[in-house]
């Protein structure tokens, strides 16, 4: 079967779970139980890695009078590049920023930086117009909505099949089998990291390595260190 639908993957944990697809309740599987497994594994593979599925741009008009902006919906420190007016900012990291802001309140330096959803901007930059931001989106699913797609369908279907792994896992954890829970969880995690994998080699491909875009910042000469790159996960 394949799995793309919303539908597709609750019928696919009934199969494996040799219930009805028809009469799960009688097992006492009801649709609110399903539908509850549905969402948490669903939102647990979102959350897994950064996924090239969940990378989103979010745009508004920019104005001077604000230094914070907000973004519902994206996952927090994930905002990765942002232009003001087609000029791009340069991010340092928030406890830079804030010395940056006490030290040299005057600057017009093109920096920002972000502290969970909110976007820090320095207001003095000379740029004004449409404010855009590329960082990761947190996807919602209706798992009531048994023809919804999640974000895996046009990306990489194989991650659908780690949400019914680890839909089995609590499926195993309510008829306390934790040796078989645990074996479906450890079967997810693998078929994730099987998709990050491909997903790195590809984009391998173009990936700009000689140079840091996230630079940390020397509050003092107001200028970017170079040599001193962020950690990989950093953001």
Do not use: C
Not at 28 to 46: F, K, M, P, Q
Not at 101 to 117: L, P
């Amino acid at each position: 079967m394949a799995l793309r639908t919303i539908g597709n993957l609750q019928t696919e944990l009934l199969v494996r779970l040799s219930l009805s697809t028809t009469a799960s309740s009688s097992a006492g599987v009801t649709d609110t139980i399903l539908n509850d497994w549905t969402r948490e594994a669903h939102n647990w593979a979102v959350a897994y890695h950064k996924w090239p599925a969940t990378e989103g741009r979010i745009s508004t008009t920019y104005t001077t009078s604000s230094e914070e902006w907000s973004f519902e919906g994206y996952k927090a420190d994930s905002f990765r590049f942002v232009q003001v007016g087609g000029k791009r900012l340069q991010k340092i990291n928030f406890e830079d920023y804030q010395i940056f802001r006490e030290n040299r309140s005057e600057s017009e330096d093109r920096v920002y930086s972000d502290f969970g959803r909110t976007v820090f901007i320095n207001p003095n930059i000379d740029a004004s117009g449409t404010l855009t931001a590329w960082g990761q989106y947190a996807p919602i699913v209706d798992p009531t909505d048994k023809s919804a797609e999640t974000v895996f369908s046009g990306f990489d279907e194989e991650a659908n099949d780690a949400i019914v792994e680890e839909m089995l896992r609590f499926a195993k954890e309510r008829q306390q089998k934790l040796v078989e829970a645990e074996a479906h969880h450890n079967k997810a995690k693998e078929i994730l990291e099987n998709v990050w994998g491909k997903s790195q080699d590809e984009q391998a491909v173009y990936q700009t390595k000689d140079r840091n875009i996230f630079a940390r910042f020397d509050v003092l000469r107001g200028t970017g260190i170079e040599e001193d790159n962020l950690s990989r996960d950093q953001w």
